[in-house]
């Protein structure tokens, strides 16, 4: 029982280089989420996809594009990598919208931009 | 658009004294409301969440949250402190009526003094 799985777990990027952070969950969940966590600032939304098909922006999307390639896997790319976007990654799934309904999350993906 | 305040960015107790976390929201729609847990260099974990049939929840490790709409708020208690509690903790907000986003406090670290 895998539940939401992220790749990489770490990775380091120089300033200016492009990567795509995965994320896939198993547990046939409608809606997905991207946030990013940054000491003292909680846990922030990037963006996040409601269903297949669907994004839409969150809290902090500047720099950042997503992909919902099919219901399983919710993708974030950082075109051209700034320091600032040096954070932990999380993706986070849940069944449906309705009360009550908590989120489920990945292990996290350290990245470091220097 | 939802919101959601947590008072204190850190809070010290001594183990065995009762633990208060405060948290404030704002909300267009009746609420679903979650508070989540994350100890250090780990992931997030679900302590409880309110789905509207009762307004005092019991969640993991002891821990209670209840939910007062006059106030708008959802304050975390336990009513004796462990060393184990050390960790930071998120009160987090979704509009189940509204958009699919999910917003998270700033958190509040909780010390336990021996």
């Known amino acids: 029982n895998a539940g939401v799985t992220q790749t990489p777990k770490f990775q380091v990027l120089k300033t200016g280089q492009s990567m795509t952070l995965q994320c896939a969950q198993d547990?046939?969940?409608?809606?997905m989420y991207w946030y990013r966590q940054d000491p003292g600032m909680g846990l922030r939304l990037i963006y996040y996809?409601?269903?297949?098909?669907?994004?839409d922006k969150g809290e902090v999307p500047n720099g950042y594009n997503v992909s919902r390639l099919n219901k399983r896997e919710f993708s974030l790319r950082l075109e051209s990598a700034a320091p600032s976007q040096t954070s932990v990654y999380f993706c986070a799934s849940r069944p449906r919208t309705g009360h009550g309904t908590e989120a489920f999350f990945g292990q996290g993906t350290r990245l470091t931009v220097v | 658009a939802q919101s959601v305040t947590q008072l204190d960015s850190h809070v010290s107790v001594s183990e065995g004294t009762p633990v208060l976390l405060r948290c404030n929201y704002s909300?267009?729609?009746?609420?679903?409301l979650f508070w989540y847990v994350q100890h250090p260099n780990k992931g997030l974990q679900l302590l409880l969440k309110?789905?509207?049939?009762?307004?005092l929840v019991k969640g993991i490790n002891g821990f209670e949250a209840e939910f007062k709409k006059s106030e708008t708020s959802f304050h975390l208690t336990k009513p004796s402190a462990h060393m184990s509690d050390a960790a930071e903790y998120f009160c987090?907000?979704?509009?189940?009526?509204?958009?699919?986003?999910?917003?998270f406090g700033k958190g509040t670290r909780l010390h336990i003094l021996p």
């Open positions: 987090v907000v979704s509009d189940p009526g509204g958009d699919d986003k999910i917003i």
């Open positions: 909300s267009s729609y009746s609420p679903s």
């Open positions: 547990m046939n969940h409608n809606s």
């Open positions: 309110y789905t509207s049939a009762a307004t």
């Open positions: 996809s409601a269903s297949e098909g669907t994004t």
